[in-house]
């Protein structure tokens, strides 16, 4: 009996170690799919030319679409870019394209008459990259994260 739970444990550990050193467990550096397209980063580089979110929600503990900033943004915008994530000593990054929230609450942010909420989502798996490499609280800040006027 000792011997077929040291073989288990035994097993456990060096199963354990493989993942770890395949990276499976470990957040893995983010693939070209979280890079932004080149149309999204084509434009005015001047900050006057910049939307910034009211909130950004930074959970990806939480599960998936759990990182995302929230746009208060007037009824006709037009949206044609992603939002861009810019994170200091790190790649540009892109959000998804932002979608329109019903209602004029969201998450504590509110919109006036004339205005809509937006959120842009960006990936839990690049988010989590970006953690394990110490980079949460550049995440969290709004003025990283903009969307072209």
């Not at 499976?24 to 397209?37: A, D, G, N």
């Amino acid at each position: 009996m000792k011997r077929i739970l040291f073989s288990l444990a035994a097993l456990t550990f060096i199963s354990a170690a493989i993942a770890l050193l395949n990276g499976s467990i470990l957040p893995r550096k983010p693939s070209e799919v979280s890079r932004c397209p080149s149309e999204a980063l084509i434009g005015s580089d001047t900050k006057s030319d910049r939307i910034h979110p009211e909130k950004v929600v930074v959970r990806p503990w939480k599960g998936r679409h759990q990182v995302y900033a929230i746009f208060v943004l007037p009824d006709d915008y037009e949206i044609d870019n992603a939002v861009v994530v810019s994170i200091e000593g790190e790649m540009t990054y892109c959000a998804s394209k932002p979608a329109r929230v019903k209602g004029d609450e969201f998450q504590g942010v509110y919109a006036k008459p004339g205005e809509d909420i937006f959120v842009a989502r960006f990936r839990t798996r690049t988010a989590s990259w970006l953690i394990a490499q110490g980079k949460v609280e550049s995440l969290k800040q709004p003025h990283n994260w903009s969307l072209r006027r």
